[in-house]
């Protein structure tokens, strides 16, 4: 079964701030997702990394992905308010076209 | 356009009640998909349509749990006998194709809560 875990699974940074979240899984995949969910809301789409060494920017954040490792990372730069959320991690496997999530990783920016 | 729509956005059911969540996905998405998420935890797959076909129902927890997509557009996800644990948000999301690199867009999901 595949596992996806995400780590810190909480974390509080200041405004300006540099962070990363990381995201391990188990399986070999080369297909994995990057989604945001603000409370009591659903998920948003934010990059789609499709193949080693993938690297997607927008805005303040940055996602690459390491298929050797099984470790995608999602780069947070000079943190602002707005992107206080919760971040998920999805690894996607052909078998089933099935979507595993991870934990998610609950973000707050404080000014 | 319109987004995927789910309805009711609440429910509360006694234990014991049968329930049934409803999906609009976007008009003319091909790929419908349903998922738990517990409080606190990431979605977790429960089933997976193509137009009207079941293809992947594997996440499913427990032969209560059935899902319909008839003519290939609205889903419902059946719950039967509710039971404490089913409580969770369930949320829809529909891509457009079938391919695995066209982002899924999600319904704002229904929280179903059983006493």
């Known amino acids: 079964e595949l596992k996806v875990e995400q780590n810190p699974l909480f974390l509080s940074m200041q405004e300006g701030k540099n962070y990363t979240i990381y995201c391990n899984y188990s399986t070999t995949s080369d297909r994995l997702y990057w989604y945001r969910q603000d409370p009591g809301k659903s998920l948003e789409s934010l990059f789609v990394l499709l193949s080693n060494g993938a690297v997607k920017q927008e805005g303040r954040l940055m996602a690459s992905l390491d298929t050797k490792a099984r470790l995608s990372t999602l780069h947070i730069t000079a943190a602002v308010h707005d992107l206080s959320a919760t971040y998920f991690c999805?690894?996607?496997?052909?078998?089933?076209?099935?979507?595993?999530f991870g934990t998610g990783t609950s973000l707050t920016v404080i000014p | 356009g319109a987004g995927v729509s789910q309805s009711p956005r609440y429910k509360v059911a006694k234990r014991g009640q049968d329930v049934a969540l409803r999906c609009d996905p976007i008009?003319?998405?091909?790929?419908l998909f349903w998922y738990q998420q517990a409080l606190g935890q990431g979605p977790e797959f429960l089933t997976y349509f193509q137009n009207e076909a079941q293809l992947d129902k594997s996440g499913l927890p427990s032969d209560r749990f059935f899902a319909e997509r008839p003519e290939g557009s609205v889903s419902t996800l059946k719950i039967q006998r509710t039971q404490q644990e089913d409580s969770a948000v369930y949320l829809c999301?529909?891509?457009?194709?079938?391919?695995?690199?066209?982002?899924?867009?999600f319904g704002p999901g229904t929280r179903l809560t059983v006493t």
């Open positions: 008009s003319g998405h091909v790929s």
């Open positions: 999301a529909s891509s457009l194709g079938t391919r695995y690199y066209e982002p899924q867009y």
């Open positions: 999805a690894v996607y496997l052909m078998t089933g076209n099935q979507f595993y």
